[in-house]
């Protein structure tokens, strides 16, 4: 009896994580199992191991960040909330919030030329906006799309210069 059970268990158990596995496979929003998970080479977005995906480059090291603001060659772009942005922001930066790109795609267009150096960045490493945000940019051609994964967060602990809209 005590091993039917046991056989009954494992079972179950097998059925339950094959039906993990297969959704988690087959949704949009699932977790990666396999890739890069090295935190210093940058983000692994969820959905990632896609042959589709597009890749912007990640730039990991807020001196060079700040850096690229201080030369200002570079379009820094805010994809977080309106709201959020107008709290703090990265100096020089403009705001594009992801949420609302189907409505804003026509002033980023205006505003940044496809061959401008563009860095784009959202709250933090586990935000994943910022890399939505690039990938959609390269997909309309802009060329030289980069994400500051660290964001807003890892900028406020360097203790670097943060505007708000009061300036």
């Not at 890069?36 to 480059?57: F, I, N, R, Y």
Request: hydrophobic share 45%; net charge negative.
């Amino acid at each position: 009896m005590i091993m039917k059970d046991f056989k009954g268990c494992l079972i179950l158990l097998g059925l339950s994580a094959g039906l993990a596995f297969g959704v988690n496979a087959i949704s949009p929003s699932g977790i990666a199992l396999f890739g890069q998970w090295d935190k210093s080479a940058g983000v692994l977005m969820a959905g990632s191991v896609h042959e589709d995906e597009v890749h912007a480059q990640e730039i990991n090291n807020p001196l060079k960040v700040r850096r690229m603001i201080q030369e200002g060659k570079t379009v820094v772009l805010d994809v977080r909330r309106a709201d959020i942005f107008a709290q703090g922001h990265l100096p020089g930066a403009l705001s594009f919030p992801l949420h609302a790109f189907d409505g804003i795609v026509g002033q980023l267009r205006d505003t940044v030329a496809k061959d401008d150096p563009v860095l784009v960045y959202c709250s933090g490493v586990a935000c994943v906006d910022s890399h939505d945000f690039a990938a959609r940019m390269i997909r309309m051609g802009y060329a030289q799309v980069m994400v500051y994964a660290g964001g807003f967060t890892e900028w406020q602990e360097m203790e670097f210069e943060v505007e708000t809209n009061d300036g």
